[in-house]
């Protein structure tokens, strides 16, 4: 009987994105409240992607 393949789900495996880009000019308080979230959460979803691989990779080997 052939051994079953090894399957990672292709949302696992993609890069985290990069950090917001900041303009070089004034910000406003309220628009620079905004960017610091969207950078706060794309930073917690990298997180948890790379939790996500460190579980697939994990259940791989064993």
């Known amino acids: 009987m052939p051994k079953p393949t090894a399957h990672v789900d292709p949302s696992v495996m993609q890069e985290c994105r990069g950090v917001v880009d900041v303009p070089h000019t004034f910000i406003?308080?309220?628009?620079?409240?905004?960017?610091?979230?969207?950078?706060r959460a794309s930073l917690g979803d990298c997180k948890r992607l790379d939790h996500a691989k460190g579980d697939t990779i994990k259940a791989l080997v064993k």
């Open 28 to 39: 406003p308080y309220d628009q620079a409240i905004l960017l610091w979230a969207k950078d």
